[in-house]
Nanobody, 125 residues
Framework: VQLQASGGGLVQAGGSLKLSCAASGRTFSSSAMGWFRQAPGKEREFVAAISWSGGSTYYADSVKGRFTISRDNAKNTVYLQMNSLKPEDTAVYYC???????????????????WGQGTQVTVSS
């Protein structure tokens, strides 16, 4: 299984970015998908998750109302639309896949078996 994250970059506070994560090697449409992030010196933290069907989504309180997770199973891709970005959103963002709880995505990172390589998001003030 391979997960390839992309779309990171440098943006000013208040701006937007859209991250993508393309999956291959296993049936994408049966997996729950999550986005996590890790800032320097901090633990990797949950950002958002989506069920295999896209019918259930979950967000960290810190991004609720600003970020939107979505997926396109025909393209084997999950997205993270990030609006109203803040400097504290600066981190490396990772996508992750879980085939054990496809219909009930988890917020704990230890549930996820496969991880992408990460994409850097930097928000300047």
């Amino acid at each position: 299984v391979q997960l390839q994250a992309s779309g990171g970059g440098l943006v000013q506070a208040g701006g937007s970015l859209k991250l993508s994560c393309a999956a291959s090697g296993r049936t994408f449409s049966s997996s729950a998908m999550g986005w996590f992030r890790q800032a320097p010196g901090k633990e990797r933290e949950f950002v958002a998750a989506i069920s295999w069907s896209g019918g259930s989504t979950y967000y960290a309180d810190s991004v609720k109302g600003r970020f939107t997770i979505s997926r396109d199973n025909a393209k084997n891709t999950v997205y993270l639309q990030m609006n109203s970005l803040k400097p504290e959103d600066t981190a490396v963002y990772y996508c992750a896949a879980d085939w054990k709880y496809g219909d009930h995505p988890k917020i704990g990172r230890y549930y996820y078996d496969y991880w992408g390589q990460g994409t850097q998001v930097t928000v300047s003030s």
